[in-house]
């Protein structure tokens, strides 16, 4: 086990206000109609006063295409760089969803986990299973494979959020491959932000007012929020793990649960939206090269597996990957008054509607694939 997080750090996330900068790539719509909005011009350019920072430390950032970024030059195996370096570094992440670090050397999976609490909540929370291959039985590495001799396989082919069954959820996970696949097998990205503007204005207007319930822990979850970081207005749902949805009806006090129709509609909205994301500028399918180590904020994008990172072996190659998972720096909290826990357990207590324990919960597509 390794003890490298617990101390006292500084933090970004003070409250929720100071660090909400000036939005310019914000565009205004007042478009009534029901497709997505096309627009590519919404993911935040790298900020020159960051970048500057980020190089006098000896590092380098570019954009990669349309979200996250590279990092050249920055060793994670060394101490952590000074704060306005690594403030720099998790603000690009904030708003560009990612970084990708590009190592010269493989990391040793305590370098990672010590890696890993340079951000969000600057500890580990881990969660998960243990598999019998991890290095030193380590309970913060999440091994992720192919082949179940290696890892544990066909994890998240869902668009999700890491932790979501947490009233803080992860704040931020590291991904460091230890072995791509020969043939492929990635990770897609989508940045929640672009996602929430992409929607056309009348439903983000519903979206404002629904909560999602997990459905393993009945935590209660905006489906919009504001980024403690970026101030970006934001989607965010779990698509294996909701058990309910709640809408604060829109002219009077009170709530309502969707029903299973609607229900299968927000989701398949969300998923849309989301795949639009790799047409329309606002989502990546990324390939991991050799040695990548990459840090997602995530509360900007949400993720799933490329299906071919589920593909077996023999057929696309090994892959072995080490996930971390940060501790969450304040609780993710509905609005409109709801608590942030219901019993999903227990009997509605909204009425008629989709109330699903369990599992994936509720079930909005025969045809995907769905595992946490
Ligand atoms: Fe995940």
């Known amino acids: 086990m390794i003890g490298p997080c617990w101390h006292g750090r500084r933090s970004i996330y003070p409250h929720r206000s100071p660090m909400r900068e000036a939005r310019p790539f914000f565009h205004q719509r007042d478009s009534q109609d029901a497709?997505?909005?096309?627009?590519?011009?919404?993911?935040?350019?790298?900020?020159?006063?960051?970048?500057?920072?980020?190089?006098?430390f000896g590092g380098r950032i570019a954009p990669l295409d349309p979200i996250g970024a590279e990092v050249f030059g920055i060793d994670l195996?060394?101490?952590?760089?000074?704060?306005?370096?690594?403030?720099?570094?998790?603000?690009?992440?904030?708003?560009?969803?990612?970084?990708?670090?590009?190592n010269e050397r493989q990391l040793e999976p305590e370098d990672f986990l010590r890696a890993s609490c340079w951000w969000g909540g600057r500890a580990l929370h881990s969660?998960?299973?243990?598999?019998?291959?991890?290095?030193?039985?380590?309970?913060?590495?999440?091994?992720?494979?192919?082949?179940?001799?290696?890892?544990?396989p066909g994890v998240g082919p869902q668009w999700h959020n890491d932790g979501s069954f947490n009233a803080a959820t992860f704040s931020h996970a590291g991904y460091h491959i230890v072995r791509p696949a020969e043939k492929g097998g990635g990770t897609y990205y989508a940045h929640q932000g672009a996602?929430?503007?992409?929607l056309p204005e009348e439903r983000r207007e519903f979206w404002s007012r629904l909560s999602s319930v997990n459905s393993n822990t009945g935590v209660v979850h905006p489906a919009v929020h504001e980024h403690p970081v970026s101030g970006r207005r934001s989607l965010w749902l779990h698509l294996g793990m909701t058990g309910a949805v709640i809408e604060k009806l829109p002219d009077a006090e009170g709530f309502r649960l969707l029903d299973a129709d609607e229900l299968k509609r927000l989701c398949h909205q969300y998923n849309d939206v989301l795949n639009a994301g790799l047409r329309n500028g606002y989502a990546i399918a990324y390939e991991y090269q050799e040695r990548d180590c990459i840090f997602i904020d995530n509360l900007a994008v949400a993720h799933r597996a490329a299906p071919e990172a589920h593909l077996p072996p023999e057929k696309q190659g090994l892959r072995i990957m080490h996930r971390s998972t940060v501790r969450g720096v304040e609780d993710f909290t509905p609005g409109h008054g709801l608590p942030l826990y219901l019993d999903i357990h227990g009997p509605s207590p909204l009425g008629d509607g989709v109330w699903q324990a369990g599992g994936i919960g509720f079930r909005w597509d025969d045809g995907i694939p769905m595992q946490n």
């Open 35 to 56: 497709r997505l909005d096309m627009s590519s011009s919404s993911i935040a350019p790298l900020d020159p006063a960051r970048v500057a920072r980020i190089e006098a």
């Open 127 to 152: 969660t998960h299973g243990i598999h019998p291959a991890t290095p030193g039985g380590n309970q913060h590495i999440f091994r992720l494979s192919n082949d179940r001799r290696y890892g544990i």
């Open 77 to 102: 195996s060394l101490k952590e760089p000074p704060p306005e370096v690594v403030e720099a570094l998790e603000q690009e992440m904030a708003h560009r969803g990612f970084l990708v670090f590009r």
């Open 195 to 198: 996602a929430h503007d992409a």
